[in-house]
């Protein structure tokens, strides 16, 4: 029996990559330090951001630049810098006002941590970046935090944490919120 | 499309477009250029004359009224040094 070659065609439905876009973005720019901001303790973060209600989901996207955060410029990376003082770190959280998890956490004596940070070092990083990951720089390297992470349910809050109220680090968050619904 | 912003005391210390960052946030026409730090939330006043009510003259008095905020940049701000990448 003659063997015919059967080629399965193509359409154009399994080619296209189904987009997913948010419904809204919202812009934030936050700075400060806890020693400065009385409502801000070791057991009242600061929150940055809060999920809409009434959203199916929000993603952080921590811009990204290659101008260092210490400048503390607003399309700069973002930057949570430790101080040599005991407890003077900051951490990152995130939280339904009963469980919180845990989304990174500095100490203090080290250099802190920063999102997305692209200076003449660690560029070889970018082609390896998924949508919504996160380079984070931690003391002398950098590792890559899943988009996953910083995705929040509705009404979840995204907030900073430090460990101590006395802490006169100045923290530098600049993202966005891309919201669904 | 609005803005928002966060403060405490005269600092600016949250800023966003597109939607309140959280529910400390207020609308505010105010587009940053410089960092948060180079801003400071004050008060506008105005100069009013009222009547004294101390007085059965019916003379007046100038009282100073709070007529709204503005934002404006700070004159003690320095800008950063940025460190050589």
Same mark, same amino acid.
Request: hydrophobic share 40%; aromatic share 14%; charged share 15%.
């Given at each position: 029996m003659a063997l015919t070659k059967r080629i399965t065609p193509v359409t154009s439905t399994n080619?296209?990559?189904?987009?997913?876009? #948010?419904?809204?973005?919202? +812009?934030v720019t936050s700075t400060g330090q806890p020693s400065t901001n009385a409502s801000w303790t070791t057991t009242a973060p600061n929150v940055l951001y809060t999920a809409p209600s009434t959203c199916k989901y929000a993603k952080i996207y921590w811009r990204k630049s290659t101008a260092t955060a210490a400048g503390g410029r607003e399309y700069?990376?973002?930057?949570? #810098? =430790?101080?040599?003082?005991?407890?003077?770190?900051?951490?990152?959280?995130?939280?339904?006002?009963?469980? =919180?998890?845990e989304i990174i956490k500095a100490h203090n004596g080290a250099a802190g941590f920063t999102f997305n940070n692209f200076n003449n070092t660690n560029l070889e /990083?970018? #082609? +390896?970046?998924?949508?919504?990951?996160?380079?984070?720089?931690?003391? =002398?390297? /950098?590792?890559?935090?899943?988009?996953?992470?910083?995705?929040?349910? #509705?009404?979840?809050?995204?907030?900073?944490?430090?460990?101590?109220?006395?802490?006169?680090? +100045?923290? /530098?968050?600049?993202?966005?919120?891309?919201v669904y619904n | 499309m609005n803005t928002y912003?966060?403060?405490?005391?005269?600092?600016?210390?949250?800023?966003?477009?597109?939607?309140?960052?959280?529910?400390?946030?207020?609308?505010?026409d105010f587009t940053p250029e410089k960092p948060l730090g180079a801003y400071?939330?004050?008060?506008?006043? *105005?100069? *009013?004359?009222?009547?004294?009510?101390?007085?059965p003259e019916n003379s007046t008095i100038e009282i100073e009224v709070v007529v709204g905020h503005t934002i404006q940049e700070r004159a003690d701000w320095v800008a950063p040094e940025v460190p050589a990448e």
């Open positions: 080619l296209e990559k189904t987009i997913t876009r #948010p419904d809204s973005v919202t +812009v700069a990376a973002s930057n949570f #810098p =430790s101080l040599s003082t005991a407890d003077y770190y900051f951490f990152l959280e995130i939280t339904d006002g009963i469980n =919180s998890r /990083y970018t #082609p +390896v970046l998924q949508e919504n990951d996160t380079l984070v720089g931690m003391e =002398s390297g /950098y590792f890559i935090m899943s988009g996953d992470a910083f995705t929040l349910a #509705p009404g979840e809050k995204l907030q900073l944490g430090t460990g101590s109220n006395n802490n006169s680090a +100045v923290f /530098y968050a600049n993202f966005q919120a891309w | 912003i966060e403060v405490n005391g005269t600092s600016i210390i949250g800023w966003s477009s597109g939607a309140p960052a959280t529910e400390n946030f207020f609308v505010f400071e939330y004050v008060e506008v006043t *105005e100069t *009013e004359t009222v009547a004294d009510p101390n007085d």
